[in-house]
């Protein structure tokens, strides 16, 4: 779940230089498409059971808010009319909420670096003791659970693949798994 999880935050993040350009060029679709991708954000983070729903309901509240005509005492010094307090407003919501997200993303990635780490040592300890099953041409996910099961098979990895079982869910453990087999395989010298 780790990659997923990290993955649709990216959607999300990518999404974020396109609605700062229409901020930018003072575009009207600015509020709008931010509260839509704020609705979208929402969804993604609830389907993935995500805390940081919360978190985005909550912005979209305060941008709703804003929408409706209220305004914090340093938006009323600055800007005169409502609209632009309210596009000013939904630039700081945007601003928090894209700045968890990237904060979760580089905690997953942190995550992700460790565990992909150990599966390197994992697969380079287990190559040397016994060989690796020959990838197929067709897509890899039912040998990559055949090397899975084999990494657990060898005496002297069988800790390190026991470690990254109860810490990795399967999905994670075979995307792992197929980056580091990509590397290997890659980094043999041709035959």
Excluded at 85 to 109: F, K, P, T, W
Aim: charged fraction near 20%; aromatic fraction near 4%.
């Amino acid at each position: 779940m780790l990659a997923y999880t990290r993955e649709k935050l990216m959607e999300s993040l990518l999404e974020v230089s396109a609605l700062i350009n229409l901020y930018q060029g003072q575009d009207a679709a600015f509020l709008p498409r931010t509260l839509q991708w704020m609705n979208d954000t929402e969804a993604a983070l609830k389907q993935l059971r995500s805390p940081l729903s919360a978190m985005c309901a909550s912005e979209r509240g305060q941008l709703l808010a804003a929408i409706d005509g209220f305004r914090e005492t340093d938006l009323n010094a600055r800007e005169g009319s409502p609209r632009k307090a309210a596009r000013a407003m939904c630039a700081l919501c945007l601003g928090r909420v894209e700045a968890s997200l990237r904060q979760r993303v580089s905690e997953l990635d942190a995550q992700l670096s460790t565990a992909a780490e150990k599966m390197a040592q994992l697969l380079a300890l287990a190559s040397t003791r016994a060989p690796l099953p020959l990838p197929p041409t067709e897509p890899p996910s039912q040998w990559l659970t055949h090397v899975w099961q084999h990494l657990g098979s060898v005496a002297e990895t069988r800790h390190l693949h026991a470690y990254l079982s109860s810490l990795l869910s399967a999905d994670d453990r075979q995307y792992l798994l197929g980056q580091a087999t990509d590397h290997l395989l890659a980094a043999m010298p041709p035959q």
